[in-house]
């Protein structure tokens, strides 16, 4: 099992930029995949960025693509997620997430394929 805590949300105006980041601890993040997901209430929790185990390979849903960026640094063993061009739409709290990675890559949508998550950070985006 792997511990995640993520930091960096907060309160932004519409356009802003936030980067969100996902401290592991307890194994090296090159024994997983990893997925940021978001949560507003009364939603299911949405798929908002996947990477591989490898950090070689990434993917992004359509809410997200061309403004954020999902990253990893091995050396500080955390996680990234680079939002730009937020919208207020963009509110809620996201989650950072492990799955081992002998998981197929192709089931990074599934948040039930995910084994291990972070407590949230919270994100305002103010029109």
């Known amino acids: 099992q792997v511990q995640l805590v993520e930091s960096g949300g907060g309160l932004v105006q519409a356009g802003g930029s936030l980067r969100l980041s996902c401290l592991a601890s307890g194994h090296t993040i090159r024994l997983y995949h990893w997925g940021w997901f978001r949560q507003v209430p009364g939603k299911e929790r949405e798929f908002v960025a996947a990477?591989?185990?490898?950090?070689?390979?990434?993917t992004y849903a359509n809410i997200a693509k061309g403004r954020f960026t999902i990253s990893d640094d091995n050396a500080k063993n955390t996680l990234y997620l680079q939002m730009n061009g937020l919208k207020p739409d963009d509110t809620g709290v996201y989650y950072c997430a492990a799955r081992e990675n002998d998981r197929p890559w192709n089931s990074y949508l599934n948040p039930d394929d995910y084994t291990d998550w972070g407590q949230g950070t919270r994100v305002t985006v103010s029109s």
């Open positions: 990477i591989n185990w490898s950090g070689t390979t990434t």
